[in-house]
C-alpha cells in the first residue's frame, strides 16, 4: 500500500543518550544567577540547549533579544516577564515562550528564590554563559560578588561577547 508519509531516517548510532547528573554538571554565575547547562547544544546536534536557572531575589538578566527561539518552565517561584514591554507574572507551573528577535526580560521580584528550565533553539546560548560567566561550585551557589571595577569589565566582556552569540541588549525589554 503506498503511503505519502514521509519517511524518518535511520537511528544515527554516532549520537548517544545524555543522562544529566547534578553532580557532574557546569554550573556558571552570571549576573547574580547561577545557571546550570543541563543538554549542551553538543549532545543534540544543535537542536537546543536546556539550562536549569536558580534566580535570587533580585535576579534576571537586563533587556535583551536573539535570533533563536527561547523557552522557560518555571519549577519554582514566582517571576515577572516583560515582553516587548508588557509585564506578566509567571508563576510555577507556568511555561513562557519567547520567539526569536523578541524583546524581553525576566526579573525576580519577590521575595524567594525562582528555578525554571530555559531551553534554546537552536542551541548555542549555553556557550555565551560559559563565556561570561564564572564556574560556581553546586545549582545554588551565587556568583561572586563584582566590585565597581570588575562589574564594568564585565559589562564590557558582555557586550562585546553578544554579536557573537547572536544577542543584542537593550535598554528596555
Known amino acids: 500500500?503506498?503511503?505519502?508519509?514521509?519517511?524518518?531516517?535511520?537511528?544515527?548510532?554516532?549520537?548517544?543518550?545524555?543522562?544529566?547528573?547534578?553532580?557532574?554538571?557546569?554550573?556558571?554565575?552570571?549576573?547574580?544567577?547561577?545557571?546550570?547547562?543541563?543538554?549542551?547544544?553538543?549532545?543534540?546536534?544543535?537542536?537546543?540547549?536546556?539550562?536549569?536557572?536558580?534566580?535570587?531575589?533580585?535576579?534576571?538578566?537586563?533587556?535583551?533579544?536573539?535570533?533563536?527561539?527561547?523557552?522557560?518552565?518555571?519549577?519554582?517561584?514566582?517571576?515577572?516577564?516583560?515582553?516587548?514591554g508588557n509585564k506578566s507574572i509567571v508563576r510555577a507551573g507556568d511555561t513562557l515562550h519567547i520567539p526569536a528577535n523578541a524583546p524581553h526580560q525576566f526579573h525576580n521580584a519577590f521575595a524567594g528564590p525562582v528555578r525554571l528550565l530555559c531551553i534554546c533553539s537552536p542551541a548555542g546560548q549555553e556557550k555565551f554563559f560559559m563565556e561570561v560567566g564564572?564556574?560556581?561550585?553546586?545549582?545554588?551557589?551565587?556568583?561572586?560578588?563584582?566590585?565597581?571595577k570588575e562589574q564594568a569589565a564585565f559589562i564590557e566582556k558582555v557586550k562585546a561577547l553578544a554579536p557573537k552569540y547572536r544577542t543584542e541588549l537593550l535598554r528596555e525589554a
Not at 46 to 57: E, K, S
Not at 134 to 148: G, H, I
Open 1 to 84: 500500500m503506498p503511503t505519502d508519509a514521509p519517511t524518518i531516517p535511520r537511528d544515527n548510532l554516532e549520537r548517544s543518550l545524555t543522562l544529566a547528573k547534578p553532580d557532574s554538571l557546569p554550573h556558571v554565575g552570571l549576573v547574580g544567577d547561577t545557571y546550570t547547562i543541563t543538554v549542551a547544544g553538543e549532545e543534540t546536534d544543535g537542536r537546543f540547549c536546556v539550562i536549569d536557572m536558580y534566580i535570587p531575589p533580585g535576579g534576571g538578566p537586563p533587556p535583551h533579544r536573539h535570533d533563536f527561539e527561547e523557552t522557560f518552565i518555571l519549577l519554582e517561584g514566582e517571576m515577572e516577564a516583560t515582553f516587548r
Open 134 to 148: 564564572v564556574p560556581v561550585a553546586t545549582r545554588t551557589t551565587p556568583p561572586p560578588k563584582l566590585n565597581e
